[in-house]
């Protein structure tokens, strides 16, 4: 089954053959609640993947190129997560309604392509999609009804592959992004609430780059 992706104007193809991926976990996690809605903990992760389902670009002549999903022999992906949320009217009993929240997860991961890797850019890298780190760090407020509540939110997250590419194509990276986004929530009358949502105050772009040839922007 193919289809053309309208933004870039690639063939999409489908692949019938494609087998399901099987995944085997590992998780140690240590967490401590020092309050109500407060939390420190650190966890380890190990992740190992046959037959991951990978979206590949792939030249199909001089003048033409899709993308399609192909089967990797296995991969492994393992890291470290760190998470916080920490009231801060420890600092002042008028500070009590806000809350700061933390968490940061460093990952790697490595492929092992198999009968594909004497065709690939890349046969040493990344899982497509898998950024090395991601970091969120968010500010929150909550009246002491519940009834209104705000949150400010910052989020880094690392350069991905977006689709692996065989020779001689480069592979198609997505670019670490920083985004901030801001929401409240308040009563307005009897049962009837209000939300307002604001996203990437920072005007941050999304782009995806392939060698020195820019993608997509926006």
């Known amino acids: ?66 993308i399609g999903f192909v089967n990797a022999e296995s991969a492994d992906n393992f890291g470290v997560e760190l998470e916080a949320r920490k009231s801060l009217g420890f600092l002042n009993a008028a500070l009590e309604p806000l809350s700061f929240f933390s968490n940061l997860t460093v990952m790697r991961s490595e492929i092992d392509l198999g009968a594909n890797q004497s065709a690939a850019t890349n046969p040493k890298r990344r899982m497509v999609g898998q950024a090395p780190y991601v970091f969120n760090l968010g500010l929150a407020y909550a009246s002491l009804s519940g009834s209104t509540s ?23 990276v997505q670019a670490p992004r920083t985004v901030v986004d801001f929401s409240l929530r308040l009563p307005v009358v009897g049962g009837l609430s209000a939300r307002f949502d604001a996203r990437n105050l ?12 820019t993608r997509e922007y926006w």
């Open 1 to 66: 089954i193919k289809s053309r992706d309208v933004l870039n104007g690639d063939d999409l193809e489908g692949n019938p053959a494609l087998q399901r991926t099987r995944i085997e976990n590992v998780d140690l996690r240590w967490e401590w609640y020092p309050a109500s809605g407060e939390v420190f903990s650190i966890g380890l992760f190990a992740k190992r993947f046959d037959q991951p389902i990978e979206r590949v670009y792939r030249a199909a002549g001089a003048s033409s190129r899709f």
């Open 202 to 213: 920072l005007d941050e772009p999304y782009e995806t780059v392939q060698g020195t040839v």
């Open 150 to 172: 705000a949150t400010l939110l910052f989020n880094r997250v690392g350069d991905r592959i977006e689709a692996a590419c065989d020779l001689p194509l480069p592979d198609v």
